[in-house]
């Protein structure tokens, strides 16, 4: 089932719409998921239309609050302290880079699954992209057609990218925190599940969809850029893992 069309009239039905077909091939039909770092529950509602069970969980109360008003099937719940399941699935949708401890993180979704359940991770690489990569990315938010709809007060990060002659520096300092890097997550998901896929994706197309208005001009523009990314991006950071158990 495709996205509804007045859905795709927004940019973030891009981003959504690449996370929901990466997490729904991988489901059984009418499959029981949760969704750890649900946010506003975009992802959660497109699995449920599509006749998924889904149960959503973020930290963010006032995230969760917002989802609950739009229907989403969304608790307010830590991890790994959330108790539930058994589960089909268990997605990290760009969550488990900050979910500490990892091990525990990573143990605790093997304990919600089923025996035939199935891990899985979207997140990115933050540390992978070199100079070449950031500097597209530059250049696509320096554009012409990008700058006329961007609003770059909206995030610290991309104000910076925008402005700065050493983007590299700008691009390390915001991400010089404590996040999980891609080769630690895997350490541990390896310890506790088969590894059945990982593949590395597009990424960077996502930090324009909360500075965008929700236009169709706007959603163009993202797709634009995700198809860009795809073909011209020195190194794609993101990355799928799709996990089962041992």
């Not at 973030?12 to 029981?32: D, N």
């Not at 975009?42 to 149960?55: F, I, K, T, W």
């Not at 770059?152 to 104000?159: A, T």
């Not at 965008?212 to 198809?227: C, K, Q, S, W, Y």
Request: charged content about 25%; hydrophobic content about 45%; some cysteine.
């Amino acid at each position: 089932m495709a996205i509804e069309t007045h859905k795709m009239m927004k940019p973030i039905a891009v981003a959504v719409g690449e996370t929901v077909a990466f997490l729904a091939v991988h489901l059984p039909p009418s499959a029981e998921v949760l969704e750890v770092g649900c946010g506003e529950g975009d992802v959660a509602l497109e699995l449920q239309a599509r006749g998924h069970h889904v149960s959503g969980l973020d930290s963010d109360q006032e995230v969760v609050a917002r989802a609950r008003r739009r229907g989403a099937p969304v608790v307010h719940a830590t991890w790994p302290e959330f108790e539930g399941g058994p589960f089909d699935a268990v997605a990290f949708t760009r969550s488990l880079h900050h979910i500490g401890p990892l091990d525990r993180a990573v143990v605790k979704a093997r304990e919600a699954l089923r025996p035939h359940g199935t891990l899985l991770v979207e997140d990115f690489a933050f540390d992978e992209a070199d100079e070449a990569t950031i500097a597209w990315f530059v250049g696509v938010l320096r554009r012409p057609a990008t700058r006329a709809l961007i609003d770059p007060s909206q995030s610290e990060f991309i104000s910076e990218l925008v402005a700065s002659d050493d983007s590299a520096e700008v691009w390390h300092r915001h991400h010089n925190h404590e996040l999980h890097n891609v080769p630690t997550m895997m350490r541990s998901i390896t310890k506790h599940f088969n590894i059945r896929e990982s593949l590395s994706v597009p990424y960077l197309y996502r930090y324009l969809v909360p500075i965008l208005p929700d236009t169709p001009e706007a959603a163009a523009l993202v797709r634009g850029i995700f198809e860009d990314e795809t073909q011209h991006a020195g190194a794609l950071i993101g990355r799928r893992v799709v996990g089962s158990l041992r």
